[in-house]
């Protein structure tokens, strides 16, 4: 079973940074994507940016410039580093893989979540 746990979330003002992270335990054979999303109370969730087994990083619009999506392979983990940040980037941020196992080719997995709140 592969588990992801997230963590680096709080309390900024606004145009500062913070850095989340997300470390997967498990047997892993191989990464396919490993992604962040964000949900906003009352919104929908939202893709935010992604990084494939290639190293190709994609983003959201409204954080293309302002975020940076990167992996370390070696310790199975995947950060978001989030600068100038705004107060309309408040919102619950998850990290989602697409993975497989010794057993399932192909796997989805979700983190719980961690809540960042960009606030004065």
């Known amino acids: 079973q592969v588990q992801l746990v997230e963590s680096g979330g709080g309390l900024v003002q606004p145009g500062g940074s913070l850095r989340l992270s997300c470390a997967a335990s498990?047997?892993?054979?191989?990464?396919?994507?490993m992604r962040w999303y964000r949900q906003a109370p009352g919104e929908q969730r939202e893709l935010v940016a992604s990084i494939n087994s290639g190293g190709t990083t994609n983003y959201a619009g409204s954080v293309k410039g302002r975020f940076t999506i990167s992996r370390d392979n070696a310790k199975n983990t995947v950060y978001l580093q989030m600068d100038s940040l705004k107060p309309e980037d408040t919102a619950t941020y998850y990290c989602n893989w697409i993975v497989a196992t010794e057993t399932r080719k192909y796997l989805e997995v979700w983190g719980q979540g961690t809540l960042v709140t960009v606030s004065s």
């Open positions: 498990g047997s892993i054979r191989s990464i396919y994507a």
